[in-house]
Nanobody, 120 residues
Framework: VQLQASGGGLMQAGDSLRLSCKASGRPLSNYHIGWFRQAPGSEREFVTAIRRSGDNTHVKGRFTVSRSNTRNEAYLQVSSLSPEDTAVYYC??????????????????WGPGTQVTVSS
């Protein structure tokens, strides 16, 4: 499966945004989807994930991950943005039994990432 994240850009502190992750090549429904981010000079950080079946939405604090298997897309909503949210955001696909995994090696396909920059 190939993934393409989009929706990043320059944001203001306090804004909300929604990132999209479009799958191609294979049905998104085959995969758990994880979102990670990487700030300059930092390691890749797990944000949240959603399983391939069951609930289509998962909320973790300011982060809401959702999916539409009919559209072959997953989404990450981030509310109350702060400059600390500045990073490249990646979506990734997994078939691991640990669907809510923060371990990058559990994911078999990664999109190229989308830059989110939050100014104060």
């Amino acid at each position: 499966v190939q993934l393409q994240a989009s929706g990043g850009g320059l944001m203001q502190a306090g804004d909300s945004l929604r990132l999209s992750c479009k799958a191609s090549g294979r049905p998104l429904s085959n995969y758990h989807i994880g979102w990670f981010r990487q700030a300059p000079g930092s390691e890749r950080e797990f944000v949240t994930a959603i399983r391939r079946s069951g609930d289509n939405t998962h909320v973790k604090g300011r982060f809401t991950v959702s999916r539409s298997n009919t559209r072959n897309e997953a989404y990450l909503q981030v509310s109350s943005l702060s400059p600390e949210d500045t990073a490249v955001y990646y979506c990734a696909a997994s078939t691991n039994v640990r669907y809510y995994s923060g371990i990058p090696d559990d994911y078999i396909s990664w999109g190229p990432g989308t830059q989110v920059t939050v100014s104060s």
